[in-house]
């Protein structure tokens, strides 16, 4: 079974700060990462995603995450925040390969990002 | 915006009534999946559909059922609804099993 660990449940900056949200997983098999974001009220939007190739992962909103797989990593980074990027953060892995988690999303606890002025 | 679409959005019930929760979709998208987000949990899966009639459990499925009679709709049921299952339940969709998934508005559902 896999699992996801998002190391700060909260993550206070200063805008036009950089910031980075941790997140950790575990699998005996090989996966694909995501991170999604959450304004209030709404639903889930997806920031990024890793399948495969590059470590190195853009996505929306100027944001970027790193694959490290000797790390189990998949930290979510930006150079310069908005007050806009006020939300919260979920990271989120899936199996590529068979078995009864194959196709399942499994999200972490979440990091809610505030970016004050 | 994929097309997603949950009803009711928001719902105040009572312990021991069965409710009905609805998820449409316009994408024609194989995969559908019932979630359920609590505070310091993230979100977790309670069942999901892979085609018409074809569902099968997630993590927490424990007091909920589903039907998917049309490739639009997938319905979540509590059977008999509990002060534990209050929550905020999104449904998503995907058009492949290892595809992104996209999330609807979400159903805030209280239970006194």
């Known amino acids: 079974a896999q699992s996801v660990t998002q190391l700060d449940s909260q993550v206070p900056v200063f805008e036009e700060a950089p910031v980075e949200l941790r997140c950790n997983y575990s699998?005996?098999?090989?996966?694909?990462l995501f991170w999604y974001v959450q304004y209030p009220n709404q639903g889930l939007q997806l920031l990024l995603k890793?399948?495969?190739?590059?470590?190195l992962v853009k996505g929306i909103n100027g944001f970027e995450a790193e694959f490290n797989k000797s790390q189990t990593s998949f930290h979510l980074r930006k150079p310069s925040v908005h007050i806009s990027d006020t939300a919260e953060y979920f990271c989120?892995?899936?199996?590529?390969?068979?078995?009864?988690?194959?196709?399942?999303?499994?999200f972490g606890q979440g990091t809610i990002l505030t970016v004050h002025p | 915006d994929a097309g997603i679409t949950q009803s009711p959005r928001h719902k105040v019930t009572e312990t021991g009534t069965p409710v009905t929760l609805r998820c449409h979709q316009t994408?024609?998208?194989?995969?559908m999946y019932w979630y359920r987000q609590d505070p310091g949990h993230g979100l977790r899966l309670i069942h999901y559909?892979?085609?018409?009639?074809?569902?099968d459990k997630g993590e927490v499925s424990d007091g909920y059922s589903v039907s998917r009679s049309k490739t639009e709709d997938f319905l979540l049921t509590l059977e008999s609804a509990t002060s534990s299952q209050t929550s905020v339940y999104f449904c998503?969709?995907?058009?492949?099993?290892?595809?992104?998934?996209?999330f609807g508005p979400g159903t805030r559902l209280l239970v006194l």
């Open positions: 998503a969709i995907s058009e492949r099993i290892q595809e992104t998934q996209y």
């Open positions: 699998s005996s098999v090989s996966v694909y």
């Open positions: 890793y399948l495969s190739g590059s470590t």
């Open positions: 994408e024609n998208h194989r995969y």
């Open positions: 989120a892995v899936m199996t590529n390969a068979g078995g009864t988690s194959y196709g399942k999303l499994t």
């Open positions: 559909s892979y085609g018409v009639k074809d569902t």
